[in-house]
């Protein structure tokens, strides 16, 4: 992706090191973007992550003076639902993302791009079915009331910075840490355990692949609809038990099914996914993966 000088546009992409700031920076670099990263601690040998802690507005003020980007990738947050001190989902997810507004709007020249990672957990597990942006906010723990806070702070900033937001639902994809769902079954598979336990396995979820994730980040990127908000997502629905049954076949390996009382979640919501028709006419179409090619490749690279 090149300017009309000839030269490629440079993107900043927070939370670098983690597991989808990883593949955000392979897809941009593999379709012609200058990439830099925003990191909380050293990347060996990768001189292009910078050190800033998005609660140092100094030090954030000036590795984005340094970069002087064009499109940023705001994916920097704590993210793990289980995560053990509440204050920090506050205090990196919404008062972090306020100081990045914050330094992006005072540059000399703000970026023409800025897509923010929001969260589907806003939704909260008490609407069913097929969920589309205009679902009311009802979020059921403290990193997605951070996000939904998040959300509504980032309008503050609309008039000075080109803000979309983004909500992705499930996602997934090799190396992804073992205390997320599907990477702890595949873990099972690839272990041959003979038994895993988990939860209600009546339950219908909406799972990406994380390549098809930052695809839609980058197009996103791209057309840049400022003010929208958009689902990230496949737009279909797999039981837990079929997740199961496709890794059986894929693997070619049998292990049995326990569940654990203390993993089941008290009136959970038997089937929730994502409406992908807004991100689909933002992108001019949308075709993810289907989901026993994201399977097969996690059981391949795990083997």
């Known amino acids: 992706m090149a300017t009309a000088a000839g030269r490629p546009r440079r993107a900043l992409v927070t939370g670098a090191g983690g597991f989808t700031g990883r593949?955000?920076?392979?897809?941009?670099?593999a379709h012609g973007w200058e990439v830099w990263g925003l990191g909380h601690g050293p990347?060996?040998?990768?001189?292009?992550?910078?050190?800033?802690?998005?609660?140092?507005?100094?030090?954030?003020?000036?590795?984005?003076?340094?970069?002087?980007?064009?499109?940023?990738?705001?994916?920097?947050?704590i993210a793990f639902v289980g995560h053990g001190t509440p204050a920090d989902f506050y205090q990196v997810n919404l008062i972090g993302t306020r100081n990045l507004l914050a330094a992006l709007a005072a540059l000399p020249q703000p970026p023409a791009s800025v897509l923010l990672a929001?969260?589907?957990?806003v939704?909260?597990?008490?609407?069913?079915?097929?969920?589309?942006?205009?679902?009311?906010?009802?979020?059921?723990?403290?990193?997605?009331?951070?996000?939904a806070a998040m959300e509504m702070m980032a309008r503050?900033?609309?008039?000075?910075?080109?803000l979309v937001v983004v909500r992705p639902f499930n996602y997934t994809g090799v190396g992804q840490s073992l205390a997320f769902l599907v990477p702890k079954?595949?873990?099972?598979?690839?272990?041959?355990?003979?038994?895993?336990?988990?939860?209600n396995l009546q339950v219908w979820r909406d799972f990406s692949d994380v390549r098809d994730v930052v695809?839609?980040?980058?197009?996103?990127?791209?057309?840049?609809?400022?003010?929208?908000?958009?689902?990230i997502c496949s737009g279909r629905?797999?039981?837990l038990m079929e997740v199961l049954d496709l890794a059986r076949q894929i693997s070619g390996h049998e292990l049995q099914v326990q569940v654990n009382p203390a993993f089941v979640r008290a009136n959970e919501v038997r089937t929730l996914y994502g409406d992908a028709e807004r991100l689909g006419e933002l992108l001019g179409g949308w075709s993810p993966r289907p989901f026993a090619d994201t399977l097969a490749w996690m059981l391949a690279a795990r083997g």
């Not at 593949?23 to 670099?29: A, G, P, R, T």
């Not at 503050?156 to 080109?162: A, D, M, S, V």
Request: proline share 5%; aromatic share 8%.
């Open 215 to 231: 695809r839609a980040y980058r197009l996103l990127a791209d057309a840049c609809p400022a003010g929208q908000t958009v689902n």
């Open 156 to 162: 503050l900033w609309c008039e000075r910075l080109p």
């Open 23 to 29: 593949y955000l920076m392979q897809e941009l670099e």
């Open 43 to 77: 990347v060996a040998g990768d001189e292009r992550i910078l050190q800033a802690d998005l609660l140092a507005p100094a030090a954030l003020q000036a590795a984005l003076e340094q970069v002087q980007p064009e499109a940023v990738f705001h994916l920097a947050a």
């Open 185 to 199: 079954i595949v873990d099972h598979f690839h272990r041959r355990a003979s038994f895993i336990e988990l939860g």
């Open 118 to 121: 929001s969260s589907a957990n």
């Open 237 to 239: 629905s797999h039981s």
């Open 123 to 147: 939704y909260g597990n008490a609407a069913e079915g097929m969920l589309d942006e205009s679902t009311p906010f009802n979020p059921a723990n403290d990193y997605a009331v951070s996000k």
